[in-house]
Every structure is written in structure tokens, then in C-alpha cells.
């Protein structure tokens, strides 16, 4: 088990979900249920998706939880691009935070690369296979909520 206190990527998604929260509380009222629910639910879950993977055993169970955290970054991302968008971030508080999701994208896609080639080329075209096929059954389940 890794001590995930000490992943900078870690370090760098934790201060991203709380400069969200502090960000959101300005959000109106009307989206407590909606963007603001959203983009808090996407910059905690890609901390905590590097927490609950640092505690497996095996690294392809901790690649797994650190792609999935990865997604999550990205949605925090085009969150706050989305929020800047609709007047409920602006300029001087959306930049930032846009950086800040960046720099944490990074540093845990270094971490990604590394835990890979620890792994071995094997595993990391499995843990690739199952996010693809993860990633295109939630395409389609949103598809189909959608309608025709």
C-alpha cells in the first residue's frame, strides 16, 4: 500500500477540489444541484480515485483508479471552462483554477507513464483496453438517456 499523502498528483488534485469548493460557493443558487454539484463531484473524485487506487495491490488495480482520475480531471477542466463560459467564473478566478487542473493533469499523467512501465507493456495494454470499454459503455449509456 503507498501512502498517498506523499503522490504530488495526489497533493495537486486535493488543492484543485478545495479551490473548487471555495470557487462554487459563489455559484447561484440554482445550480447547487446542477454545475456546482458537477464540477465539485469531478475535482474530489480525481483526489479520491488516487487515494482508493494507491491502497490496491496490484498496479494494474492502481492504474485503473488513476485513469479513472484522470477523467475526472478533465472534467474539472472543461467545468471551469464551462463555468467561465456562463458568467459564473471570471477571467481573473477561471484562469487559475484552469491552470491549476492542468498542472495537476500532468503531473499525474507522469505517474501514470511511470506506474505503467513498471508494470510492463502487458498490463498497460489491458488497463487501456478496459478504459476504452469502460469509457464506450458510459458514451452509450448517455446516448441512450438521451433519445432519439
Known sequence: MRD???IEAWKLADDLAVAIYEHTRRFPREEIYGLTSQ???AAYSAAANIVEGSSRES???YLHFLYIARGSLSETGYFVHLSHRLGFLDEPNAS???QHANRAMACLQG???AVEKEAGIGRRIGAAITSIIVLSLARFALSSDRGP
Open 96 to 98: 487559475p483554477l484552469a
Open 59 to 61: 498496479k494494474r488495480d
Open 4 to 6: 498517498y499523502t506523499k
Open 111 to 113: 505517474l501514470i507513464k
Open 39 to 41: 464540477v465539485r463531484r
